[in-house]
T-cell receptor
Framework: QKEVEQDPGPLSVPEGAIVSLNCTYS??????FMWYRQYSRKGPELLMY????GNKEDGRFTAQVDKSSKYISLFIRDSQPSDSATYLC?????????????FGKGTKLSVKP | DAGVIQSPRHEVTEMGQEVTLRCKPI?????LFWYRQTMMRGLELLIY????????DSGMPEDRFSAKMPNASFSTLKIQPSEPRDSAVYFC???????????FGQGTRLTVV
């Protein structure tokens, strides 16, 4: 079993829909949870970051971490065509420059106008 | 800041040739990561350095792969000899501080024919 599992999709939704993206993991030592967004032919860029359990909201994006279930989610409200990208979850045991990130395979999202 | 700079952006080479990928991390960052991304396997960590010292190279697939970081502002990933299965996008990323956020370069798209 890989440390981080993520459904690769693709996921296609109409503009304005609520999108739910998810990852499961097996390493209970993970403490830092991130979502990266990757546009075609670009490097991934950090979208949201959460430490330990709980929710975090940033505009139309909400990240949730449930450590008891080893499950994290990213919700996108009022999705826009510009949200079309691949979303990768990433996790780490350590903060700062001591850490190395373990990535999911990514979910490709397409938001249709 | 120009961000993480990788060169070349694209590389096409024949099987058996030596390939060298280059990376300049963000100034002041003391961790550097080399990742490989393919459709089948997603984003895989190959090796990471902390303060120019290799910390974990368990992701390096074979002895054909080697990485160096002679100073804080430069790293190379070398494949010798290259094989068609090495075709992928290779990303360099750097990080520093309390949050394990990785800043990615634009990637090098390697094709081995």
């Amino acid at each position: 079993q890989k440390e981080v599992e993520q459904d690769p999709g693709p996921l296609s939704v109409p503009e304005g829909a609520i999108v739910s993206l998810n990852c499961t993991y097996s390493n209970s030592a993970f403490q830092y949870f991130m979502w990266y967004r990757q546009y075609s032919r670009k490097g991934p860029e950090l979208l949201m970051y959460t430490y330990s359990s709980g929710n975090k909201e940033d505009g139309r994006f909400t990240a949730q971490v449930d450590k008891s279930s080893k499950y994290i989610s990213l919700f996108i409200r009022d999705s826009q065509p510009s949200d079309s990208a691949t979303y990768l979850c990433a996790m780490s045991e350590y903060g700062g420059s001591q850490g190395n990130l373990i990535f999911g395979k990514g979910t490709k999202l397409s938001v249709k106008p | 800041d120009a961000g993480v700079i990788q060169s070349p952006r694209h590389e096409v080479t024949e099987m058996g040739q030596e390939v060298t990928l280059r990376c300049k991390p963000i100034s002041g960052h003391n961790s550097l990561f080399w990742y490989r991304q393919t459709m089948m396997r997603g984003l895989e960590l190959l090796i990471y350095f902390n303060n120019n010292v290799p910390i974990d190279d368990s992701g390096m697939p074979e002895d054909r792969f080697s990485a160096k970081m002679p100073n804080a502002s430069f790293s190379t990933l070398k494949i010798q000899p290259s094989e068609p299965r090495d075709s992928a996008v290779y990303f360099c990323a750097s990080s520093s501080g309390q949050v394990p956020e990785a800043f990615f370069g634009q990637g090098t798209r390697l094709t081995v024919v």
